[in-house]
């Protein structure tokens, strides 16, 4: 038998972090949206609910959940602010994730602990300003250097650039080797070399941080490789296999909280006499939102399950991100409308939500490359 449903610890959780980010969030949202303000006095407060360590065992500072709780986390996150459940997905999928996955005991140690413990805040380096989609045209460079590297390059929009302690980061350690040339390393913010640069202004999620890393003649120990030389492009195809869940379900997070404004408005507004949820156009409107929102949490759910269950979890991720980051972008489009000329003022959320949604198209591979990734799966099924 299939169970559709969360169970009851998982519910919990679930309107646990509802009442935190309603509380705790929403009241700043517009602000700090405005001002792209960063929220780093949450992190505490995060930490507290261990939403800074969700998918980890408890003995490296976890909270020791699967991605079923960590997809509902995200997706209340979301509901409310796109930015802090996008910080909270990279913190936790990315840099801590690829720790977890591949480090040594010493390293998670040293760095993941820490981090699932939520004294700082992760980042995770892959995108480059000549590799993005293709993120095997890496070009940041490892030497062999005294007994360890020395690392120059940058990578570009990366979340935490300047707000993080600890970075994994990709550098090509053998060119000739093209991506399996490319090793994964651990670099802490106290590293000569190691520096942040340009802040990005952004269209939307504009409270989340994104900016440049540079390294400059950068030395990383020997021990601050994670796991094998040439090992690191392979690692980060694993590591967005997870994180590809994380961007669904804050896609389904988007979605849900544009639909219930839109809902909730219908109601309110009242045009020839009525309300505008009384007119069939309007309530078509809600039923595919609803619909489709619905479904696209089914597959983040389904995905999280597979993944939970230690199953392979590409096409199911993929899909899951696919399909829900662009039901994302229809749904706050048509919250959009629903609200009419209010709906293009900043007096509403939907605008926000709006704005927000196009990340999740774009972000841990585009729609595009979603659309490969699932091709490629069917063609080796077949």
Known sequence: ???????????????????????????????????????????????????????????????????????????????VCGSVALSVAAHNSLCSNHLYMFGTEEQKKNYLIPLAQGESWGAWGLTESQAGSDSAGTRTSAVRSNGGWKVNGSKNFITHAIACNTLVAVAVTDKSKGNRGISAFVFDKSMEGFRSDKKENKLGMRASETASVVFEDC???????????????????????????????????????????????????????????????????????????????????????????????????????????????????ESVQIHGGYGYTKDYPAEKYWRDSKLCTIGEGTSEIQRLVIAKNLLKAA
């Not at 705790?24 to 939403?51: C, N, S, Y």
């Open 1 to 79: 038998m299939m169970n559709f449903e969360l169970d009851e610890e998982q519910l919990q959780i679930k309107y646990s972090v509802r009442e935190f980010a309603e509380s705790e969030i929403l009241p700043h949202v517009m602000e700090w949206d405005e001002t792209q303000h960063f929220p780093e006095e949450l992190r505490p407060k995060l930490a507290e609910l261990g939403l800074m360590g969700v998918l980890f065992p408890e003995e490296y500072g976890g909270a020791g959940m699967g991605y079923v709780e960590y997809a509902t986390i995200i997706e209340e996150l979301g509901r």
């Open 219 to 333: 030395y990383v120990p020997e021990e601050n490789l994670l796991a094998n030389e040439g090992e690191g492009f392979l690692q980060c195809m694993q590591v967005l296999d997870g994180g590809r869940i994380s961007i669904a379900a804050l896609s389904v997070g988007i979605a849900q909280g544009a639909y219930e404004a839109a809902l909730k408005y219908s109601k309110e507004r009242q045009q020839f006499g009525k309300p505008i949820s009384e007119f069939q156009a309007t309530q078509f409107k809600l039923a595919e939102m609803a619909t489709e929102i619905e479904c696209s949490r089914l597959l983040t759910l389904q995905a999280a399950a597979t993944k939970d269950a230690g199953k392979p979890v590409t096409q199911k991720s993929a899909m899951a991100k696919l399909y829900a980051s662009e039901t994302a972008v229809r749904v706050a489009e």
